[in-house]
């Protein structure tokens, strides 16, 4: 079992660009975009809830647990 990242369909959905949640979360561009391709080893809670308020969703809209080698 894998986590993937659905963070960009989020953004697409809300209409909003990576650098605009990364000013409103208060993190790098570069760190939202290593969160967004899925190469980060973890999140941080607080991070989790603050993208989570600016996007009003839950974790598991940005979060899934897919079988290994389907994504």
């Known amino acids: 079992m894998q ?3 659905r963070l960009d369909v989020m953004l697409a959905l ?3 660009k990576s650098k605009d949640l990364a ?3 208060g993190i790098t561009v570069q760190n939202m975009s290593l969160l967004k391709s899925g190469k980060v080893k973890g999140v941080r809670f607080e991070t989790l809830a ?3 308020e600016a996007l009003e969703c ?5 979060l899934e647990a897919v079988p290994d080698g389907s994504s």
């Open 50 to 52: 603050r993208i989570c």
């Open 14 to 16: 809300r209409k909003m």
């Open 3 to 5: 986590i993937v990242v």
């Open 58 to 62: 839950q974790p598991g809209d940005l």
């Open 23 to 25: 000013d409103r979360v």
